[in-house]
């Protein structure tokens, strides 16, 4: 059975460790707050400015004045704080982010990421993505495995402009959890209840199997 958005962020979350400072970008990747460990701290920074970000607010609960990037109502933990956005990005190009986490529209099996612009699609701009992916060390891409149209988003090379080159490490889909490495994807975990024939036929580019391929575990 395919997972939906909540248990990507679920699985992505397996992957923050304790003392991290994580950056979390808009869509798939916001929700991983919900879902990491209580028995460990973890710093959650958004590039308009805040670091120490808590879980989605309850309905009923939002405060207008508090926002990620994605103009989500956000929360704050005890001792957030707040700066501008040169502070903000002070610390992506300083690498003292330590797992940057993201959404994609395709990556392709080098690791170069297209998350930003679809030719003829109107769009503000690329904000911060592109001093994430050039930044940091350490980026996991959380996306669906394919398109609406059905067709794959892990590519041999991607179609659309690209936000970074080389930079993936680790993608989450709706199917699979697949590593970048030797310029193609490796196949690590698969969702329950999806074989590896339908990960295999949902991929686009060059696919490593390895004799046993291990169930997601949350």
Known sequence: MALDKNQIAQRIAREVK????????????TLVANFVRNDIEVEFQSENGVLGMGPFPYEGEEDPDLINAGKQTITALPGASFFDSAMSFSM?????????IL?????????DIANWKIPGKMVKGMGGAMDLVASAENIIVAMMHT????????LSECSLPLTGVNCVKKIVTNLAVLEVRENKFHLMERAPGVSVEE????????????????????
């Open 147 to 154: 398109n609406k149209a059905g067709a794959s988003k892990l």
């Open 103 to 111: 959404g994609a529209m395709e990556v392709a099996q080098n690791g």
């Open 18 to 29: 304790d003392g991290y400072y994580v950056n979390l970008g808009i869509g798939i990747p």
């Open 92 to 100: 992506i190009r300083g690498q003292h982010v330590d797992l940057t």
């Open 199 to 218: 990960i295999q036929a949902a991929t686009a580019g060059d696919l490593v199997i390895p004799a046993s391929v291990p169930e997601m575990q949350f």
